[in-house]
């Protein structure tokens, strides 16, 4: 046990050191990640965080020698096939090569595990009848190279906001390593246990915290393709032979959220007709930003889903839970991921409700409101606005029905409109003024509505506060002695901490907003 707690002491130190010097030799040559596309990030960011990882899996691999020295083929082998993942990674980071490369070198990883490492997949337990193993037969080599191929992509797939992989793989290793040490097996607790310290040096630079905003680091295909091949041997091999410390399914419960979240976009995007190889904006994580959770909270939320269903496949297999019973269970929670996931409507209302419940503080968004207008006037507002924001644009459009002392008077609306620009989590006043001005052109070039933006309102810049330039007095707005040639949309953007929704706006408080 103390030295499993040296190990883990030693490893995460040489990471975030190894890390630390990496980042400053990547930003000198440009070994980074730019913003674009469908990345999340908007700031130039290293791709080195496998570096920390490779370290603390050079460190372990030094004590398996030492220790287990009659296993020296199969050391040597995980070492070899690690580093052709880690470097067919660093390439492909750096030069993008096609993904037939990749598979090809991700097949040879594969082939190396399994006849020189003696690591595969030779039986999948009592998954149909309890009495009964499930051998493989001369399925065993395709479907082990398919599972490690899957292994290695997974985990990769799932990477696309800060500290998102490196906390799921961080739970998946902590299990598997009390997995193995409850069960005697020394090799892979050293293993994991050494890249669980791996992974903390490297969460470090890429959560975020108080005092770290954004990721200073990312673990690139070089950490996430390593990360997945080391998750594959190690699911792999505690789950085979006559001293298997686990199941095979308990396998699939340990690497339950990347597993489930992987197969179900590659799932979609066939059904689409689509490149499965092609990034998208349709992960589980995807979902919980639009829902409102900031990227820290979308982190904590799935790595406790991820917690709590690795949990449960232990408990299974210490509470001696029937293989089908724990298989089938699996299959009805990936059912109802499967279908949720494909139809987040359904449940974006009970996130928001969660996100509040929870009391996690809101992204930032643009509290937007338009005017008052009569009931067909904010019917063509509302068409026009959702024309221009596109399908694109996370918003949110409510039509809001104002409060008149005149009973007699006609009713009169307020448009409430929520934009949220999914693309980056820290949005700079610059990029607001950008996007309004935009939005300003498009209204008028096609509508010929005159948009201008919020300023909020304060004594220095409030002329109805300060009641200066209105011989009037009183609520006489400015806007109401302008020309009426060319109609002026009041549009109200301004960089809201709460959303519209959750601060449950009022006809009175929008009338006061406005």
Known sequence: MIQMILLLILTTLLAAISIRFAIIYALANNIADHPGGHKQHDTVTPFVGGIGLLIAFSIALIV????????????????????????IGLIDDIFHLNYKIRFLAQGIVALIMIFMGGVQLSELGTLISNNQVLELGLFAIPL??????????????????????????????LLISILAFLGGDQANTTLAIALVGGISGFLYFNLRYSTQNRARVFLGDNGSMLLGFLFAWLLV??????????????????????????????????????????????????????????????????????LILGSFGLAGLYLGIPESIMFFSFLVIYTGYFYLTQHPWYIMSSLRHL?????????DDYGVFLGSYSAREAETLVKMVCKELGPSVDSWVHVIEQQSSNDYAEKRYSVAVNIRLSSTDYVTDEEISQYIAKLSRRM???????????????????????????????????????????????????????????????????????
């Open 444 to 514: 008028m070039e096609r509508w010929g509505i005159r948009v201008r933006q919020f300023v909020k309102r304060n004594i220095k810049n409030d002329r109805r506060i300060k009641d200066i330039g209105n011989p009037l007095g009183g609520n006489f707005r400015v806007s109401e002695r302008r020309s009426i040639e060319i109609p002026i949309l009041m549009f109200e953007a301004m960089f809201d901490k709460l959303a519209i929704e959750r601060n449950n706006h009022s006809e009175e408080s929008i009338s006061e907003t406005r």
């Open 64 to 87: 398996l020698f030492h220790n287990q020295p009659e296993f020296w083929i199969k050391w040597l082998a995980l070492g070899i096939a690690a580093a052709i993942v880690f470097i």
């Open 237 to 306: 091999d505690l789950s085979q032979g006559s001293h298997a410390s686990m199941t095979p399914v308990t396998a699939i419960w340990l690497f339950a959220v990347p597993l489930m979240d992987t197969v179900t976009v590659m799932l979609r995007r066939i059904w689409l007709r689509q490149s499965p190889f092609v990034p998208d904006h349709n992960h589980l994580h995807h979902i919980l930003l639009h829902a409102g959770f900031r990227i820290e909270d979308t982190v904590f939320v799935i790595g406790t889903l991820h």
């Open 355 to 363: 996100h509040n419940f929870l009391g996690l503080l809101p992204t």
């Open 144 to 173: 082990t190279m398919f599972a490690t191929i899957g292994g290695i992509n997974a985990l990769n797939m799932i990477d696309g906001i800060d500290g998102l992989a490196g906390t799921l793989s961080w739970i998946t290793l």
